[in-house]
């Protein structure tokens, strides 16, 4: 899949609407100091713990908590975290059970529109480590919702592939992961990228189709109505995690394909899968 410019765009300018993720988490050594619904610092004299997972997270207001509470409970996240080995890291198995609650209803191959890339991630003893690492720790959840290893581990190489790690625009590095529908993951990556993105707050509120500046080559319909079915559904767009925004950073003309860089390839967490991988954005 690729993205194409509709129309002729000058630089520094959103081709995309701010897009809610599909699913987000925090970084397991960020999840008692920030909010586990936006992913900002707590900073606040009395923060809002989840006691049934003895505060393992945390919510800075009565909206950040109504709006995750209860996807982290319904998840198997709150269970996952109640349970999980110390050393164990979670963030990867926490965004594919969000995953696979919010898209219960998909076909394990192609997840919501997201492509994965099991095949070719298999050769990878280090990468497939990580996702059988996941698929362990999903499936060790006492009341599992996974109900199949095969789900498990089609969520993992999805999130494995296509999430983006979220970073505060001076923080000192990422604070989760963020996996995100095709108005994001159909753009490809270039070593000569004419768009960037960046992260903004996360709000309720519905998704215009007609405000993308882009369009999917050669499946110009299939994104507008991915946006309508989600805007339709009641747990479709996520209400948590920071929204995501393509923007030019270069002109381009109608019809050229619009692709976002491979960012700070000195990040520890990046990995170059296939036309996405997860790569480093900035939350401003
Ligand atoms: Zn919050
Ligand atoms: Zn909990």
Same mark, same amino acid.
């Given at each position: 899949m690729e993205m194409r410019a509709i129309d002729d765009t000058c630089m520094?300018?959103?081709?995309?609407?701010p897009l809610p993720p599909i699913a987000a988490a925090l970084h397991d050594h960020l999840l008692r100091s920030h909010c586990s619904s936006c992913l900002r610092p707590l900073n606040l004299p009395h923060p809002l713990p989840?006691?049934?997972?003895?505060?393992?997270v945390s919510y800075c207001s009565a909206s950040c908590s109504a709006a995750d509470l209860p996807l982290h409970v319904s998840s198997g996240e709150c269970s996952l975290l109640r349970s999980r080995p110390l050393s164990a890291p979670t963030t990867d198995a926490r965004v594919s059970l969000r995953l696979l609650l919010h898209l219960r209803r998909s076909s394990p191959a192609r997840i919501g529109g997201l492509w994965s890339n099991r095949e070719a991630m298999k050769e990878e003893e280090e990468v497939w480590g990580r996702v059988e690492e996941g698929v362990a720790l999903m499936m060790s959840i006492a009341d599992r919702r996974v109900s199949t290893e095969e789900e498990a581990e089609a969520a993992m190489c999805v999130v494995v592939t296509n999430a983006v790690e979220v970073q505060f625009g001076t923080g000192p590095g990422p604070v989760g992961i963020a996996l995100y529908g095709? /108005? &994001?993951?159909?753009f490809n990556h270039s070593c000569s990228p004419n768009a960037c993105y960046r992260f903004v707050p996360a709000w309720p509120g519905p998704v215009d189709?007609?405000?993308?500046?882009v369009s999917p080559a050669g499946e110009e319909s299939a994104l507008k109505a991915w946006i309508c079915d989600e805007n339709r559904l009641?747990? /479709? &767009?996520?209400?948590y995690g920071p929204r995501i925004v393509v923007r030019s950073i270069k002109p381009i003309r109608k019809g050229e394909e619009v692709c976002v860089g491979y960012l700070?390839?000195?990040?520890?967490?990046?990995q170059t899968w296939g036309k996405n991988g997860s790569s480093l954005g900035t939350l401003t």
């Open positions: 520094a300018r959103d081709v995309t609407p989840h006691s049934a997972c003895s505060a393992a095709p /108005g &994001f993951s159909w189709p007609d405000s993308f500046r009641y747990d /479709g &767009f996520c209400r700070d390839l000195l990040q520890p967490k990046q």
